[in-house]
């Protein structure tokens, strides 16, 4: 499998370098506290992609740590400190079953989300806005994150690269484990 995810990422012109060694992984996952799923951390292990809009893994930099640290982090940021009524405009962005009802009042709608979003897993960036969760499953969904917009952009691994980078045509994903937080955004 992941020789055909390589293959492909070389026909689509990806830069490639040699996969991440077991000490690199420990180090990884040390600065930004979280394990890599199995098929993410198996992925990295046999090749590492390193062009634009892909995460030098690599690469630590102070620089490049607090790049992928924002990634991880920004919409966490976001729902922090930009106007709620911009991000939840009205009741149609707003998960009512998860959340109850929308509040008139900005600080306990703020209040409310930055509670729902305790329970969210850690993200990890793959590839421009397209993050895996540490979820304790060996080969998560691969969620496409830009602020509080979520969709589904692949049941796993391989099914995103095919996706992303292949000839699939994007359509539904299907279902897909739920996400703690990411999927009420949904």
């Known amino acids: 499998m992941y020789k055909q995810i390589k293959d492909l990422l070389e026909k689509s012109g ?38 634009v809009e892909f995460y030098n893994w690599r690469d630590f930099s102070d620089e490049n740590i607090k790049e992928i640290k924002q990634a991880m982090n920004y919409v966490f940021e ?35 989300i930055l509670e729902a979003a305790k329970i969210a897993p850690k993200i990890i960036p793959v590839y421009s806005h397209r993050y895996m969760p540490c979820l304790k499953l060996p080969d998560p969904p691969v969620l496409s994150i830009h602020y509080t917009d979520v969709i589904y952009y692949g049941k796993n691994l391989y ?11 994007l359509e539904p994903v299907g279902k897909c484990p739920y996400v703690p937080f990411w999927s009420d955004l949904y």
């Open 14 to 51: 990806i830069e490639l370098s040699d996969g991440l060694k077991e000490g690199e992984i420990d180090k990884i996952e040390q600065i930004y506290e979280f394990k890599f799923p199995k098929s993410l951390r198996d992925f990295l292990s046999y090749t590492l992609p390193i062009s």
């Open 78 to 112: 976001y729902l922090k400190n930009d106007p709620i009524d911009e991000i939840f405009p009205n009741e149609s962005y707003w998960n009512t079953q998860k959340w109850g009802p929308m509040p008139e009042d900005k600080s306990r709608k703020r209040a409310i």
């Open 159 to 169: 099914d995103y690269f095919l996706r992303e980078f292949g000839k699939n045509p």
